[in-house]
């Protein structure tokens, strides 16, 4: 058995060196406020999720500015912004971690089995890897979405297909690098089988570089979800989310732009959230970064 897998000692001295780094904190926080409030929006949320209130709305019919009973404000119908920002933070964080997910999963298995089999099936699934790489990611997302009918799982699907890529090409080298070491070797000698050296000695290596991606990569499908959405080809009205909270109020953009600040906000705090946590773990997890900073 490899030692990849760090022991419980060196699995606390990772914690806290984590735990010393103040942006990662900081991150690790802003996180967790996020992840409670969308757990719970139902009894937090001061109005229901899709309730248009009379008294939402000014004697003009804009909306309300934030203050009062709206302490963010609401929205051109008179919704409440606050609880549709919070409502929103559950469709974000269900297709960041879903999404995230499925690309993971694909892309390792794509990496791993290409770099540790190699040959004709190994050079298949890189070229195909090199010409998903090819296309822009925003453009593919949309193409993809528009040919689907848009839907939470859908875009969660679609930003899956999109962002599997480049963990399938990291995670290919490192396992090219991984199966040419003596202890691989060593375990070939004895009669280990294949899926033995796989799940026993090439993944727990790879398991750091896979929490990092996996951190990392909750920010990008939160980005690129928001801007499906508020392309109008993500998530759908009236489920909440903050990139169509956006689109559907950019027209208020100048008369109220609080309809455009607290979400966008909230979009960039959690983005930045998970990019200075995974920024930290990649520090902390990676043996050639320590001393370093």
Do not use: K
């Amino acid at each position: 058995m490899s030692d990849a897998v760090l022991p419980e000692p060196r699995r606390r001295t990772a914690l806290a060196r984590l735990a010393r780094r103040p942006l990662a904190v900081l991150g690790l926080v802003i996180i967790a406020v996020t992840v409670a409030a969308a757990l719970a929006a139902p009894w937090i949320a001061p109005f229901g999720r899709d309730e248009q209130l009379f008294e939402g709305l000014t004697l003009e019919g804009a909306p309300m500015p934030p203050g009062g009973a709206f302490l963010l404000g609401t929205d051109l119908l008179g919704r409440d912004l606050l609880t549709r920002i919070l409502y929103g933070a559950r469709t974000s964080l269900v297709i960041g971690v879903v999404a995230n997910g499925m690309a993971l999963l694909i892309g390792t298995l794509v990496g791993v089995t290409a770099g540790y089999f190699r040959g004709w099936a190994g050079s298949v699934l890189m070229r195909f890897t090199d010409l998903m790489m090819a296309f822009p990611a925003l453009l593919l997302a949309i193409c993809l979405a528009a040919i689907f009918t848009p839907s939470l799982w859908i875009v969660a699907l679609v930003i899956a297909l999109v962002n599997w890529v480049q963990v399938a090409r990291v995670l290919y080298t490192e396992t090219t690098s991984l199966a040419e070491r003596d202890f691989i070797a060593a375990e070939r000698a004895i009669g280990a089988g294949n899926g033995r050296i796989l799940w026993l000695h090439i993944l727990p290596h790879l398991v750091p570089t896979i929490i990092v991606w996996g951190t990392l990569g909750i920010s990008t499908t939160v980005l690129l979800e928001a801007t499906l959405s508020f392309l109008g080809i993500g998530v759908q009205p009236p489920e909440p989310s903050w990139g169509n909270i956006i689109f559907e109020n950019q027209t208020y953009f100048q008369a109220a732009p609080w309809l455009v600040f607290f979400p966008g906000m909230a979009i960039l705090l959690l983005a930045l959230a998970f990019n200075l946590v995974g920024d930290a773990l990649r520090d902390v997890l990676d043996p050639t970064q320590r001393g370093r900073g």
